[in-house]
């Protein structure tokens, strides 16, 4: 199998809670967020965005809040499936011109039955 | 949907091949980039596009050279493989180039030089 992410913190959460999965950026000018998920042998997957003039960001099951005193991003998911077992990992947008980004190690979801 | 392929999932080379990566997206997207995913650590940047026959190194092009002769398509080329290059290569592409665009990536390729 992948060995993406073998010495990655792990999240394991039950079928059906919440799953909160952290990241704190480096940069405090950084004004632009991504959250991937990379399921195993896949590459990452976009799944929701923030931009640096929110605090938070909802799209299904999923929300993104942005804390930007302490540099800090997290993740929320609501009613985690089985589906979700994942690595995910935040990107923060380094210029204004997009194209430097850096990417978080990730977290590992496992979800339990 | 934006879809990114690469041409192989899995690649096994020896050392001093020279190997191609090869990335296309149908989105007409003027960004590209190649990235290596190793495990612990965030990726990193190999090079970047943002334009037919234009490129700039990222964070660690040592290794690396690209090529970008039609916007659809990046390539990445190891001149001599090493095995410190095996790794998964992930490319990437997005939208235009002076803007915060989320990146969409290709499924990786895991190279492994033997």
């Known amino acids: 199998g992948e060995s993406v992410g073998l010495h990655l913190p792990t999240l394991s959460v039950q079928e059906g809670d919440n799953s909160i999965i952290n990241c704190a950026y480096s940069?405090?000018?950084?004004?632009?967020f991504i959250w991937y998920k990379q399921e195993s042998g896949k590459g990452p997957q976009f799944i929701i965005d923030i931009r640096s003039n929110m605090d938070k960001r909802q799209g299904q099951r999923v929300t993104v809040l942005l804390n930007k005193t302490v540099k800090h991003l997290s993740l929320q998911i609501a009613a985690t499936q089985p589906g979700d077992s994942a690595v995910y990992f935040c990107?923060?947008?380094?210029?204004?011109?997009?194209?430097?980004?850096?990417f978080g190690p990730g977290t590992r979801l496992s979800v339990l039955p | 949907d934006v879809k990114v392929t690469q041409s192989s999932r899995y690649l096994v080379k020896r050392t001093g091949e020279k190997v191609f990566l090869e990335c296309v997206q149908d989105m007409d997207h003027e960004n590209m980039f190649w990235y290596r995913q190793d495990p612990g650590l965030g990726l990193r940047l190999i090079y970047f596009?943002?334009?037919?026959?234009?490129?700039e190194k990222g964070d660690i092009p040592e290794g690396y050279s690209v090529s970008r002769e039609k916007k659809e398509r990046f390539s990445l080329i190891l001149e001599s493989a090493s095995t410190n290059q095996t790794s998964m290569y992930l490319c990437a592409s997005s939208l235009v180039r002076f803007s915060t665009d989320t990146q969409y990536f290709g499924p990786g390729t895991r190279l492994t030089v033997l």
């Open positions: 940069n405090s000018a950084s004004d632009y």
């Open positions: 596009s943002y334009d037919v026959k234009m490129k």
């Open positions: 990107a923060e947008n380094m210029d204004n011109y997009g194209q430097n980004f850096v």
